[in-house]
């Protein structure tokens, strides 16, 4: 029994010691009012203290056991429940302790999905060191291979790491107006060997806006519909980056994606028919860029039909701005 027991429950006594008190007072002005025996009041003060401390000790015994049930839950359902005051805390108790069962399942269940997408990332930047080893150990080295491998694990490592962030307790938006047509740029810079390699055109139009959004998480969406653009695109073909409508649109022409494909492509592992054949398709890029989407305010929807696949960013009007002075 700690202190905080002791004082709760001479609390909760007090209406029973105040009404012993106040009938012990009418008993003596009784007493003296109809000019009783002495002795009267003090037998009956003897016995009935005597009444009253033993059912204090009683009931402190039973409030006790009840506290003590109410430290485990399993006892939780076992409580006597004497008053509408329990029932009512019973069921609050019940209420919250079934959000903290969730709170924990939802923890667990998160856990699970980054170590999952960890060992899935690990095991993909492993296959691709051991295709370095093994060009490394050869005579023959090739060049196309080891920087296909490069490449792999540098985006299996930003998966990785973006998804990480992304999704820790500790991550954090900085919103500020962005000039996308520089935006675009430096990601076109970054990925200019993707587009030699396939001999791919990018085709600008209309990037000339400000649009209010967290520089670092616009520019990996972007360069993630670039890097999706650029896995499923003919080569020699142009890949077409315009904004109208509130909307910056990625648009490619090559393999589409299945119409039955669509409402699925943002789910998490999905990578759909096209997927299948591509080894970098690891059904999480898009899945990082619908959540970053969310977070940022911004719409992202899909089309693709008769070679085309359109992906387009929808911004709501307060966050554009077409003539801004940044100081």
Known sequence: MNKNFLIFYIKSQIPLIVFYVLMFLLLVIMNYAYNLPSYFINDVFRYSSGGILTWLFIKMIIDLKKVHQLKFDNHLEKYQIDTPVENQMSLIIKKDRNKLINKLKNKDLKQKNRIDQMDLSSHEIKNDLTTLKINLESQNLNKNSMLEAVNNADYQLDMLLNYEKLFSDSNDFKFEWIYLDDLVEGILKNMSMQFINKQLIPNLNNLKIYVLSDKKWLYFCIEQLLSNAIKYSYDSTKITITFENNQLKVSNTGNTIDSSDIPRIFEKGFTGHNGHNNRLSTGLGLY????????????????????????????????????????
């Open 288 to 327: 990082l860029v619908k959540n970053i989407c969310g977070k940022l305010n911004i719409r992202i929807v899909a089309k693709s039909y008769n070679n085309n696949t359109q992906f387009s960013l929808i911004f709501k009007k307060s966050m554009l701005n077409n003539n801004l002075t940044i100081l």
